[in-house]
């Protein structure tokens, strides 16, 4: 490039800035705004739940069963882990730290895939049955519900599965203050009796239930992929922002003066983290 | 009124368009009620329409294949121009009321253009005739003028603009209002109007005039002392806050009068589809496209929409509410004085919007009454007894709307034609097939989206179709299996 | 730098033209496409939305000889929809919103910093490459199905009934909601960091504080647009429902969404436009801007207020009494800060040496069209007569008057009063002149008639009309041709100034701001130290120098040496 952007003594100073303290408080603001513009971009999820939940609590209250609480609660824990040496990072890269620096990177990044992974095995399970956001995807794999229904038992979620049906009455009171046709379908749920094991068959795959209850349930799933799913990409987006600070790290780039890309991917991680801590009471803990 | 014919015609000349459109636009109008009567009082004999009339059988002679021409008749009389219709047929077309009453009363889209939607329309022995009442105005054929084909008059020549045309009764600024609160809506709006004008003579007034006698001259220096004046600024910030809060205010009580429906009116419920208007009154009695309703009554619609958003619009009573699916909403006006208003979709709504138009016809109780009547009994003939499947098709084919995509021809239209269409193998436009027979019409009816056909090229004809499923009584989906069969082996020209 | 050290008293001129500029320091296409100069992001953002201009002009041309006579000419329903609806999304997302902060807030917002640079050049030029994504995403659109959903993307039409690209087109469009955020957030920061020794907020020149609100919003207001069309792709292909009424969705929803962001986004297309006026009318009375404060504080009210009025877009859409009474009482405060900005500027007037060249006859233009657009505005506000008037052609002369002889002047103003900074080349006078005043002409002609139409009850976006609406269709035509006619002198007069124009001096207008400073155009570099700020309307501190035919810093302003 042509353009000569820095000072020849300090590589990582751009021309147009005074000195280091102008750089890292103009960068500073500068994250600090793109964090705000970050929750008002999830601002607009977090309305559409709110008032959809309004609109409908009993399916809210519902379709959460599907959810795992176990699997959400892990995630949870390793994000905030991840936050902590994220933090510690930023305090190696102010002492001049560069091993414990490049350790709370890495250690910070495979939290990240962690949590990564968790959600992949969450996402397959649900896909597994048939719980695809929205309804076109759903019909043009429509297979996947049938296959649900023989195989429930055999995949590798059995119990969350079988914890779900133990707590299939409860929601069958929050049915009864709903419409008499959803109130019907928890009674089929909770004395099933179509010939199959009543814990094979989620009520999204069951043809007893009504076509427009399924299509509320299919609402949750819409705003609860639409949530985890758009946090997911940021936290894919972190991964490569702390990656490319890693291998920054590793050469050696960072001096007690000049941390502030750590500082702001760290900002920028805690706020990732602070999004999921409220995903995770709002989708997973509402019955 | 005339302040805009003059103003108008003086800017058009400015544009340098025709001088025959400026006076053709500035010429006095009639009122709009007479009009609209002129099709309901032909009992009238005139003379004038006779000797249009006759003139009308003279321009057969001498031009025979030529484009179409357009008479003009003052007032219309419905048996002159039955007598006209029937000169010199072998099998005189005999015409029931119900028909009667249709001459005149509108054009049928596709067979003239726009520019003549809303003038009274008579059929012509001549195919190549058309005669248009307009008040006694001359009229110009554009270009489009379907020459060659003469407006079918049947039930649905209301569909797509059916009325007289609303001319000149208002200020330069509105049209006529036709209730109360429509004018104190207008007391409104030209009380706001003032605010503008005097506010825009002041900025516009010392614009210019700070340009003249501050324009830049030689040795001349702007006063650089003017920086601020708090007084002045505190003034004309207060000034419009005050006038702001007085408009506001003003705006607020009219518009709970707009929503506010007194506790005895009439309701009716309206249907917005695309790309049209279904009226169902308390009796249970459905119109589409037509809405009748007496005069000096307060109207409480009920709205909502089959398929995607649309706005239900009366320019006249100043009203206009969202109709939204899955969601009912509600105006009301006050019908007023017996006349002809429109009704316009200004939601967007896709392809047609501009075509979705409906009829308000305002009248005294007892013709209205009757016109219910009647509507209530479309599928009924005059002993009461139903009428056979075929002719009950051949209605909702026109009633529905069906007719302005679907032709009987075999012309292509935004949808494919019925022609021929009974046993056909159909393209879907996801690869699959059927066979055009009843399991095929009745879901393409109720659930048009779940088969959509391709043309001739291959080209889908897309998601265009209004959803019936929640309109259409099981009779009349018959009624138009029949009409599709009896369409059987007609050739296709798509 | 040739800069050479000047003692404070000597008549030596400061220098006026540079042989190494921004232009010519460096050659070849990647010395565009990868610089991180603000200069030549603005100039790229100038070549891109101008083509976006007149891609979006040739759609308002189709449709207005479209509309020329009732029934169709020469297009079908299907087609003119799509045309109204690229035209309306071209102008709006491609042309009006990036127009002035992206091209000329580039280049001139820096500059008047005094600053070498925005706060972040990557961000800037991830900016424009934005932009360019979003811009091919219409291209694409163009050539693939077309759009038909008009630009404001209203569920459930365009998530179910429409076959048109829907996807590409909100791709598009939310690829340009991330172009605009980045920079307003470099906007924000750069204000705020980069600010040179001596200029507090109250030194601030106008055009700043006007970007400074119009990046607060861009922060604030677009995100809310890019989820919104997140959650329209995903329901237009998953069919997640949010929107969809058919599977309990609620589409007035997306409405709220929507305007959530395009209230605010019609506040950032005019602010900008505000702020180049004030700057325009100072420099041409040669008199301090009147009210510095307000016009100031009313920038940033405007910009904050505009998060509270998105409501009276849905007045006749369901809304209930309270919130169409609410979001009334609210709209009229918003008119407020507005009506103060155009006193203060015809106050401007009143006493200075008034010279009405190019750019202030358009920024004059803008006043007028401004206070129009603005008054008409009022009936919008005034809950009784806008169920009359909403989704009428009252509404689109309003916006227009606001968006076409609001910000299109405004932003043409501002080309040619930066022109000579940003190319170095003066343009002639004589012809920008007859094209301003040309388009003045044919904007009025075009638009007035539409007022009157609509409130006489013609509807929008309506591909056809009825015979006792022609009159007034044809008047607007003939405008449209009119203000075509202007346009395109005014392309003719600005591309012929690059091949035989004169050259610039460093201060052409006699404006006290301190992008006139350095030469034109500047060097890569801007400035070598940063200058010092003072008064930015304080006129005195220049005067006219026969000898370079421009401003020069009067006796007792020299630079002082460095």
Redesign the interface.
């Known amino acids: 490039m042509s353009d000569a952007h820095g000072h020849g003594d300090k590589p990582f100073l751009a021309h147009h800035f005074e000195d280091e303290d102008h750089q890292f408080d103009s960068g500073k603001l500068g994250i600090w705004a793109f964090l705000v513009t970050e929750i008002l971009f999830f601002s607009g999820l977090f309305c559409a739940y709110v008032i959809y939940r309004a609109m409908h609590p009993e399916v809210f209250t519902f379709a959460s069963n599907a959810l795992d609480t176990q699997m959400g609660a892990i995630n949870t824990g390793v994000l905030i882990f991840s936050s902590l040496t994220a933090a510690w990072a930023v305090r190696n890269a102010q002492l001049g730290q560069k091993t414990g620096l490049i350790v709370n990177l890495s250690i910070t990044i495979l939290c990240a895939f962690g949590f990564m992974g968790i959600k992949y095995l969450e996402y397959s399970h649900k896909f597994h049955l048939g719980l695809f956001p929205g309804d076109k995807y759903e019909a043009k794999e429509g297979a996947y519900g049938d296959e649900s229904k023989g195989n429930a038992n055999t995949v590798a979620f059995t119990s969350p599965e079988e914890e779900e049906s133990a707590e299939e009455t409860e929601p069958g009171v929050a049915f009864s203050r709903g419409d008499t046709a959803e109130a019907e379908l928890a009674e089929q749920e909770a004395h099933g009796d179509d010939g199959h094991g009543h814990e094979e068959l989620a009520p999204w795959n069951d043809p007893n239930v009504p076509e427009a209850t399924k299509r509320k349930l299919k609402i949750f799933f819409g705003i609860y992929f639409c949530m985890t799913g758009l946090h997911g990409i940021h936290v894919l987006i972190g991964i490569l922002v702390l990656g490319w600070l890693l291998t920054r790290a590793i050469r050696g780039h960072f001096t007690p003066t000049y941390y502030g890309p750590i500082d702001f991917a760290a900002l920028y991680w805690h706020l990732v983290d602070l999004i999921w801590i409220y995903l995770f009471p709002l989708l997973y803990l509402i019955n | 009124m005339k302040f805009q014919a003059f103003l108008l015609t003086t800017l058009l000349g400015l544009a340098g368009a025709s001088a025959g459109l400026a006076q053709d636009d500035a010429a006095p109008a009639a009122p709009t009620a007479a009009e609209s009567a002129a099709a309901e009082s032909a009992a009238a004999e005139s003379a004038a329409a006779e000797s249009a009339a006759a003139e009308s059988a003279a321009a057969e002679d001498s031009a025979p294949a030529a484009p179409a021409t357009i008479r003009v008749v003052d007032d219309l009389d419905v048996d002159a121009v039955i007598a006209a219709f029937n000169e010199g047929s072998d099998a005189p077309r005999q015409f029931t009321d119900e028909e009667r009453s249709w001459i005149g009363a509108g054009v049928a889209p596709g067979d003239i253009d726009k520019a003549h939607q809303g003038y009274v329309a008579i059929p012509s022995t001549d195919p190549n005739v058309v005669i248009i009442n307009r008040n006694g105005k001359e009229l110009r054929v554009t270009s489009n003028a379907d020459a060659g084909r003469v407006p079918v008059i049947t039930p649905d020549s209301s569909h797509m603009m059916p009325f007289a045309p609303e001319v000149d009764n208002g200020s330069f600024w509105m049209a006529e209002a036709a209730s109360e609160t429509a004018k104190d809506v207008d007391r409104m709006f030209n009380f706001i109007m003032w605010i503008n004008y005097i506010f825009a003579a002041i900025i516009g007034g010392l614009m210019v005039l700070f340009c003249v006698k501050y324009r830049r001259r030689p040795g001349v220096r702007a006063d650089q002392t003017i920086t601020h004046n708090t007084p002045l600024e505190i003034t004309w910030s207060i000034i419009p806050t005050i006038l702001c809060a007085i408009m506001f205010w003003g705006g607020y009580v009219t518009f709970l009068d707009l929503r506010t429906p007194p506790p005895d009116s009439m309701k009716v419920n309206a249907t917005a589809y695309r790309w049209g208007w279904n009226f169902q009154y308390p009796s249970g009695v459905e119109s589409p496209q037509e809405f009748h309703v007496p005069a000096n009554t307060p109207i409480e619609m009920v709205m909502t929409s089959t398929d995607t958003l649309h706005s239900f619009h009366l320019p006249a009573y100043r009203s206009k509410s969202d109709v939204l699916p899955n969601r009912y909403t509600k105006i009301w006006f006050n019908s007023g004085e017996p006349g002809t208003y429109r009704v316009y979709c200004t939601e967007y709504c896709g392809k047609d919007h501009s075509n979705m138009y409906a009829k308000l016809v305002v009248e005294p109780r007892e013709d209205y009454e009757a016109w219910l009547t009647k509507a209530g009994n479309w599928m009924v003939n005059e002993n009461g007894e139903m009428k056979p499947l075929l002719e009950i098709g051949e209605l909702t084919y026109n009633r529905r709307g069906c007719k302005s995509c679907h032709s009987i021809d075999g012309t292509k239209g935004t949808g494919p034609t019925f022609a021929g269409l009974w046993g056909l193998e159909r393209q879907f436009d996801d690869g699959t097939s059927a066979v055009a027979d009843e399991q095929y019409i009745n879901q393409s009816i109720r659930d048009p989206y779940s088969q959509v056909v391709v043309d001739a090229n291959g080209v889908s004809y897309g998601k265009q179709m209004t959803i019936y499923s929640p309109m259409l009584p099981v009779e009349q989906i018959n009624g138009m299996i029949e009409f599709i069969k009896s369409l059987e082996g007609v050739a296709r020209k798509d | 730098m040739t800069q050479v050290d000047i003692p404070v008293e000597s008549p030596v001129r400061p220098v006026q033209h540079l042989d190494k500029n921004f232009i010519n320091?460096?050659k070849g296409f990647?010395?565009w496409a990868?610089?991180?100069?603000h200069k030549r992001i603005g100039l790229m953002y100038l070549v891109g939305i101008s083509l976006s201009f007149f891609l979006g002009g040739l759609f308002a041309l189709a449709i207005r000889l479209e509309l020329f006579?009732?029934?169709?000419?020469f297009m079908d329903?299907?087609t003119y929809?799509q045309v109204f609806t690229l035209h309306g999304a071209v102008m709006v997302f491609l042309f009006i919103i990036p127009g002035i902060p992206a091209a000329l807030g580039n280049v001139v917002l820096?500059l008047m910093l005094g600053?070498?640079?925005?706060?972040?050049?990557r961000?800037n030029l991830c900016s424009y490459y934005l932009w360019l994504s979003g811009a091919a995403f219409f291209i694409w659109t163009l050539f693939s199905n077309g759009l038909?959903?008009?630009w404001t993307f209203?569920t459930?039409?365009s998530t179910?009934?429409?076959?048109t690209s829907v996807i590409q087109a909100t791709a598009g469009v939310f690829m340009l909601g991330f172009s605009s955020?980045f920079t307003g957030?470099?906007f924000?920061?750069t204000i705020?960091?980069?600010r040179p020794p001596g200029m507090t907020w109250h030194k601030l020149p106008l055009f700043l504080w006007g970007m400074y609100g119009t990046a607060i919003m861009q922060?604030?207001?677009?995100?809310?647009l890019?989820?919104?069309l997140?959650?329209l792709i995903?329901?237009t292909?998953?069919?997640?429902?949010?929107f969809d009424?058919?599977?309990?969705?609620?589409?007035?929803?997306y409405q709220h969404?929507f305007w959530f962001y395009s209230h605010p986004a019609v506040y950032i297309m005019i602010l900008p436009a505000m702020a180049v006026v004030s700057e325009i009318i100072a420099a041409f009375?040669?008199?301090?801007?009147?009210?510095?404060?307000?016009i100031a504080y009313s920038s940033v009210s405007i910009a904050l207020l505009s998060f509270l009025v998105w409501g009276h877009h849905m007045f006749?859409?369901?809304e209930s009494?309270l919130a169409?009474?609410i979001f009334?009482?609210i709209t009229?405060?918003i008119?407020?800060p507005s009506?103060?900005k155009?006193?203060?500027w015809?106050?401007t007037?009143?006493?200075?040496?008034?010279?009405?060249d190019t750019p202030m006859l358009y920024a004059?233009g803008f006043?007028?069209l401004f206070?129009?657009g603005g008054?008409?505005g009022?009936?919008l506000?005034?809950?009784?007569?806008?169920?009359?008037l909403?989704?009428?052609y009252f509404v689109v002369a309003h916006f227009h008057y606001v968006m076409v002889g609001g910000t299109l002047f405004a932003f043409l103003g501002g080309l040619h009063y930066w022109w000579p900074k940003m190319t170095g080349k003066m343009y002639s006078e004589t012809s920008g002149r007859i094209a301003a005043v040309t388009a003045f002409i044919g904007f009025n002609?075009a638009f007035f008639?539409q007022?009157?139409m609509g409130?006489?009850?013609m509807?929008?976006?309506?591909?056809?009309?009825?015979?006792?609406f022609?009159?007034?269709h044809?008047?607007s035509t003939?405008g449209t041709l009119i203000l075509g006619v202007g346009l395109a002198l005014l392309a003719y007069t600005l591309l012929r100034s690059l091949f035989g124009g004169k050259k610039a001096p460093a201060n052409p207008w006699g404006s006290a701001t301190i992008e006139w400073e350095c030469p034109s155009p500047p060097p890569?570099?801007n400035f070598d130290h940063p200058p010092l700020a003072t008064d930015p309307?304080?006129?005195?501190r220049v005067e006219w120098d026969e000898e370079v035919q421009g401003y020069v810093p009067a006796v007792g302003h020299r630079p002082t040496a460095h």
Not at chain 3, 160 to 163: G, H, I, R, V
Not at chain 3, 245 to 253: A, E, M, R, T
Not at chain 3, 381 to 388: K, M, R
């Open positions: 320091h460096s990647l010395s990868l610089t991180l100069d006579s009732p029934g169709m000419q329903a299907a929809n820096p600053a070498k640079d925005v706060a972040f050049p961000l038909d959903t008009g209203y459930p039409y179910s009934y429409t076959d955020i957030l470099n924000l920061v705020h960091k980069m922060l604030l207001a677009t995100p809310v890019g989820i919104t997140l959650l995903m329901e292909t998953l069919g997640i429902g949010i009424p058919q599977k309990g969705g609620d589409p007035v929803l969404f009375s040669r008199k301090h801007i009147f009210g510095y404060r307000m006749v859409s369901s009494t169409t009474l009334s009482a009229f405060t008119a407020i009506a103060i155009v006193f203060n015809l106050a007037l009143y006493k200075g040496s008034v010279q009405l004059l006043m007028w206070t129009i008054l008409t009022l009936f506000a005034v809950l009784s007569t806008d169920v009359v909403h989704d009428t002609l008639p007022f009157i409130s006489r009850g509807p929008r976006r309506y591909a056809d009309y009825t015979a006792d022609e009159l007034y044809r008047l003939t890569h570099h309307y304080d006129m005195e």
